[in-house]
């Protein structure tokens, strides 16, 4: 058990609509990440939050966005959803900002989302 | 375009054999670490490695940082059952340390 939690497992929807995904970070982390890993992307990053407020960004669409609280969970937003959205979304924590040196993700079990 | 590519793709072994795994990249990073990741699970962290040419040894598992730090590679020796998953290796390059690019996978199977 990392220590990360993410609801809902699994999720089965339908184009267009719109879903939201949450993450708990481990009790400490500061530092949230969204992934998304499909079998011919693998594990793609997305977004990363620091205590509130958005740290980096990677490969997300202008359909997708995310945010921190102040108690520090996070949620993920998708909406017109695709069929290509289908993937599974990882959510990830760490205690520093950054990853430089030996900084350490521990991830979630992630939430398998289906498109159809 | 991914930046670190890994190889091979897809392994079956028998138990007891030995393997490696290479995560290759054309840019230098300035940690590289490997996770390995099990069916329905997230990818739990193997080791972090910093010092171009590093050594790192996990039991049966052995880690190395190429000189350049712009490789990787990754033996098993004796492999178990257990040893099944995907193995995916992860660099943070310098300036963009709070992204973390991960490589293409190497999903290992090991059977009795």
Redesign the interface.
């Known amino acids: 058990d990392?220590g990360?939690t993410q609801t809902p497992k699994h999720l089965i929807t339908a184009t267009g609509q719109r879903v939201t995904l949450r993450c708990s970070p481990r009790s400490g982390d500061l530092?949230v990440?969204w992934?998304q890993q499909s079998l011919d992307q693998?594990?793609?990053?997305l977004i990363?939050y620091?205590n509130g407020e958005e740290?980096?960004k990677?490969n997300i669409l202008e359909r997708f966005s995310a945010q921190q609280f102040p108690d520090l969970h996070s949620e993920l937003n998708l909406s017109s959803l695709e069929l290509g959205d289908s993937a599974l979304y990882?959510c990830?924590s760490s205690v520093q900002?950054?990853?430089?040196?030996?900084?350490?993700?521990?991830?979630?079990?992630?939430s398998r989302l289906t498109v159809l | 375009t991914q930046l670190l590519e890994q190889s091979p793709q897809f392994l079956s072994i028998q138990e007891g054999e030995n393997l490696t795994v290479y995560c290759n990249s054309s840019s230098v990073f300035s940690s590289l670490q490997w996770y390995r990741q099990e069916p329905g699970e997230g990818p739990v962290l193997l080791v972090t490695v910093v010092t171009g040419g590093e050594v790192k040894k996990l039991k049966r598992l052995t880690f190395q940082f190429g000189d350049a730090r712009k490789d990787s590679s990754l033996h098993i020796t004796a492999a178990q059952p257990g040893d099944t998953g995907l193995y995916l290796c992860a660099g943070a390059m310098t300036g963009t340390a709070s992204k973390l690019t991960f490589g293409t996978g190497t999903r290992l199977q090991v059977t009795l």
């Open positions: 990392s990360v530092s990440y992934y693998g594990l793609q990053f990363q620091y740290r980096a990677g990882f990830a900002p950054g990853l430089a040196g030996t900084g350490e993700l521990f991830f979630g079990e992630g």
